[in-house]
T-cell receptor
Framework: AQTVTQSQPEMSVQEAETVTLSCTYD???????LFWYKQPPSRQMILVIR??????QNATENRFSVNFQKAAKSFSLKISDSQLGDAAMYFC??????????????????FGQGTILTVHP | DTGVSQNPRHKITKRGQNVTFRCDPI?????LYWYRQTLGQGPEFLTY????????KSRLLSDRFSAERPKGSFSTLEIQRTEQGDSAMYLC???????????????FGPGTRLLVL
């Protein structure tokens, strides 16, 4: 079974500064997806960024970028030029890309415990 | 497209009562997932549907839990004889299964927060 670990329960950053959130995972699979989701207080979870394991190039989405180290099974999220609206719980998630029999174990997300990000003005 | 919706948003019930939650996915999304999230933790997978077929259930889904997706549209999650340990946020997500087996991003609803007294 796959596991995802976020070792930073809380992080804080000054507005306009850069912060990096850590995530490690464990899997025996070679083909999978990794995601960072953001969950603002009392609001629904939204996708921040997605990485395919077979791609060596790190994904970027505007101010958000990842550092994907496949051999180390590490997937960190860097937020540049932090804004007050970035304050939220951030979850790292894993999804297998394997096509199991009947679609089993395919598509479900395995989440880490989350990191609460506080942005100070 | 209004996104994934869930009703009710909040539910307070007494131990032993039955509750039912509803999820309306994004239209034309053929996959629907249920997750449970306890306070301060990440969501945990419960079950998923491809169209109307329930293809996988987690061991977290005890016999007191049942989920349906009639006609492959909305889904309901029912908890019978609720226990205090069932108190959590129940999240629904939907996605589109692509030809060839791939899947687009899962979009989440706002969740139903259940409190069992």
């Amino acid at each position: 079974a796959q596991t995802v670990t976020q070792s930073q329960p809380e992080m804080s950053v000054q507005e306009a500064e850069t912060v990096t959130l850590s995530c490690t995972y464990d899997t025996s699979e070679s083909d999978y997806y990794l995601f960072w989701y953001k969950q603002p207080p009392s609001r629904q979870m939204i996708l921040v960024i997605r990485q395919e394991a077979y791609k060596q190039q790190n994904a970027t989405e505007n101010r958000f970028s990842v550092n994907f180290q496949k051999a180390a099974k590490s997937f960190s999220l860097k937020i540049s030029d932090s804004q007050l609206g970035d304050a939220a719980m951030y979850f790292c998630a894993y999804r297998s890309r394997s096509l199991g029999a009947g679609g089993t174990s395919y598509g479900k997300l395995t989440f880490g415990q989350g990191t609460i990000l506080t942005v100070h003005p | 497209d209004t996104g994934v919706s869930q009703n009710p948003r909040h539910k307070i019930t007494k131990r032993g009562q039955n509750v039912t939650f509803r999820c309306d996915p994004i239209s034309e999304h053929n996959r629907l997932y249920w997750y449970r999230q306890t306070l301060g933790q990440g969501p945990e997978f419960l079950t998923y549907f491809q169209n109307e077929a329930q293809l996988e259930k987690s061991r977290l889904l005890s016999d007191r839990f049942s989920a349906e997706r009639p006609k492959g549209s909305f889904s309901t999650l029912e908890i019978q004889r609720t226990e205090q340990g069932d108190s959590a946020m129940y999240l629904c997500a939907s996605s589109y299964r692509l030809a060839g087996g791939g899947e687009e991003t899962q979009y989440f609803g706002p969740g139903t927060r259940l409190l069992v007294l």
